[in-house]
């Protein structure tokens, strides 16, 4: 296990907050990067930049029309948006077309494993062998 401190000033003293607890370290960065906490903001922001840099790479390979957003994470996404977005675009060829982005905060990851699989079998069978392709 990794842990990192960060230090956030806040109305109180300045105290660590540990990333080392996933959930809560991260959903307290989280929370702070969306009250407007400059440190915070950086953190996130650097890690939606980054997120929508590896869209733009995975996005070069696949062409797809359109990427869901889902996970325990996810909600970073949504603090993060517009850095995502910055991000896709900086490494995005400019000729190719879009990518759409949808944010699933369901907390079931079914759907996730079930897209995962039409897209496996897709890619494997082809488009007109897959399941649920008519």
Same mark, same amino acid.
């Given at each position: 296990?990794?842990?990192?401190?960060?230090?956030?000033?806040?109305?109180?003293?300045?105290?660590?907050?540990?990333?080392?607890?996933?959930?809560? $370290?991260?959903? @307290?960065?989280?929370?702070? +990067?969306? %009250?407007?906490?400059?440190?915070? #903001? *950086?953190?996130? =922001?650097?890690?939606?930049?980054?997120?929508?840099?590896?869209?733009?790479?995975?996005?070069?390979?696949?062409?797809?029309?359109?990427?869901?957003?889902?996970?325990? $994470?996810?909600? @970073?996404?949504?603090?993060? +948006?517009? %850095?995502?977005?910055?991000?896709? #675009? *900086?490494?995005? =060829?400019?000729?190719?077309?879009?990518?759409?982005?949808?944010?699933?905060?369901?907390?079931?990851?079914?759907?996730?494993?079930?897209?995962?699989?039409?897209?496996?079998?897709?890619?494997?069978?082809?488009?007109?062998?897959?399941?649920?392709?008519?």
């Amino acid at each position: 296990m990794i842990t990192v401190g960060l230090h956030v000033q806040m109305d109180e003293p300045r105290r660590p907050v540990r990333i080392g607890d996933l959930e809560s $370290g991260a959903a @307290r960065i989280r929370d702070l +990067a969306a %009250a407007g906490q400059p440190a915070a #903001r *950086r953190v996130v =922001d650097d890690a939606g930049r980054g997120l929508g840099r590896l869209i733009a790479a995975v996005a070069k390979l696949t062409v797809p029309q359109l990427v869901i957003l889902g996970g325990e $994470g996810v909600r @970073r996404a949504d603090v993060a +948006a517009d %850095a995502v977005i910055e991000g896709n #675009r *900086r490494d995005r =060829d400019p000729l190719a077309s879009g990518v759409e982005f949808i944010v699933n905060h369901t907390d079931e990851p079914q759907w996730c494993r079930g897209a995962a699989v039409i897209a496996i079998q897709t890619y494997v069978l082809g488009a007109h062998d897959a399941p649920g392709t008519d």
